[in-house]
């Protein structure tokens, strides 16, 4: 699996490295923003760690949390091996919180209203299925919670030639209830996927296997995105967004689920 490893995780640390002053102001401001969303609060990350998150990134939210679960779909990922579900999730320095493995677009598992902010750090693009994962990931939290989205950005990676996905073929594949094997964008992932912008992936045959074992590796971009169509995304599921910012490599979202009014 370490031979999967995807630019992803890799290019994280690079791309913020590269990134200018300029740039992590303008995120620090997004961040400064939202912050009361995470001092001292309980959160759940969705495909983490990420360094994203860090006191070294973008987004410091785990210096700041009292605490932090995460989610990933198995024990033996492309990004990390030996996963055990329990209390093994070290997200920051010794900070340790509860290690789900279940699928991230269903988290079936995991307690719902139990959080004040959820996490996801360029995985939803992997997810067959966005919508119904974000459907899925708003009744974990608490009315009013937070979720932070980060995709990144196609025109810094090996999606530059892709289409960005309308929120249509979204709302179809939430309807059809698409699972997480469907392999429908393959084909358009084969035409347009830039080798040059992924090594680790191998030659072109190296990467066609590898993309139809995706289902147990999870390496796909399965859809494109940019900030106009989080903002589709966050209108239909009645999503205030607090912040947002374009960078470099990112967009990033930070939205609030609304108040839930009580029946009188």
């Known amino acids: 699996m370490k031979d999967f490893l995807s630019v992803r995780s ?4 690079v791309r913020i490295g590269m990134l200018s002053d300029k740039l992590f102001n303008a995120a620090n401001s997004a961040f400064s923003r939202s912050k009361s ?3 001292d609060k309980a959160g759940i990350e969705i495909g983490g760690p990420s360094h994203f998150f860090t006191n070294k990134g973008l987004f410091p939210i785990y210096t700041l949390a009292r605490s932090v679960d995460g989610c990933n779909f198995s024990s033996n990922t492309a990004w990390e091996t030996d996963i055990r579900e329990g209390k093994t999730y070290k997200y920051f320095k010794d900070k340790l919180g509860y290690q789900y493995i ?3 677009a269903d988290v079936a598992s995991i307690p719902k209203k139990q959080y004040d902010f959820l996490l996801s750090c360029n995985n939803l693009e992997h997810i067959a299925n966005p919508l119904k ?3 899925n990931w708003l009744n974990l939290l608490k009315d009013g919670g937070a979720v932070v989205l980060v995709l990144p950005r196609k025109e810094s990676n090996f999606d530059h030639n892709r289409p960005v996905t309308t929120f249509n073929h979204l709302l179809e594949d939430f309807k059809n209830n698409i699972k ?3 392999l429908t964008h393959l084909d358009e992932i084969l035409l347009l996927h830039d080798l040059k912008y992924d090594p680790l992936a191998g030659s072109y045959n190296d990467f ?14 399965q859809h494109v995105f940019d900030f106009n169509l989080l903002e589709q995304i966050c209108h239909y599921f009645e999503l ?3 912040a947002h910012k374009t960078l470099t490599s990112d967009h990033i979202v930070v939205a609030q689920k609304k108040m839930e009014i009580p029946a009188s």
């Not at 066609?208 to 971009?221: E, I, M």
């Open 240 to 242: 205030k967004i607090i």
């Open 37 to 39: 969303f995470f001092l």
């Open 102 to 104: 279940c699928e991230g």
């Open 133 to 135: 994962a974000i459907s």
């Open 208 to 221: 066609k296997n590898r993309s139809l074992d995706n289902f147990h590796n999870r390496c796909l971009h």
């Open 180 to 182: 997480e094997d469907d």
């Open 10 to 13: 890799r290019n994280a640390t």
